[in-house]
């Protein structure tokens, strides 16, 4: 397994800390308060680093895989789904904080879902589809939107706002563009 692989794998490892240290604060996990107890004011920074260092691995794997020659279909399929299983799981744990609403993130999810229907059927077919360029934007955007609700500064609250309406805009785009380009593998699937 080569270095941008073993990046992208790393990144899936990290969720469920992540999502530990985001919500068991919350939560009211018994075993987390007693695990934790004293530093749990700290535990939103903690899981906030968590989610950066995940985030960094997914523009290392891509470029250290580009320049080195190490593209693999392993790569180009589980590269978008390590982002999609990342991105989710902390737009799930802001709901929970009610930091965003329940539509926003339904919306969002359901997006993943449709393209990773087509990504199943091109792959059924021999067909491996690497992310598009609208898709990473939509999912740089949706990464920063999350760093700056985790963070929750009021003075960036602006900032905050542009981001929320850039990542849903861009989200719709990348569908639409998504479904534009790869409709031919529909057809091939037997639609």
Known sequence: MNLPNKLTILRVCMIPFFVIFMLGPYEGWGWFYAVFGGVLEYMRYIALAIFIVASLTDLLDGKIARKRGLVTNFG???????????????????????????????????????ISGFRLI????????????????????QMILIVLLILDIPALSPVTTVFYWAALVLTIVSLIDYIKKNFQVLSQGGF
């Open 76 to 114: 180009k399929f589980m590269d978008p789904l390590a982002d999609k299983l990342l991105v989710c799981s902390a737009l799930i744990c802001l709901i929970s904080l009610g930091a965003l609403p329940a539509w926003y993130v339904i919306l969002i999810i359901a997006r993943e879902f449709i």
């Open 122 to 141: 091109a792959s059924d077919n021999g067909i491996v589809i690497a992310a598009s360029y609208w898709g990473k934007f939509k999912t740089t955007a």
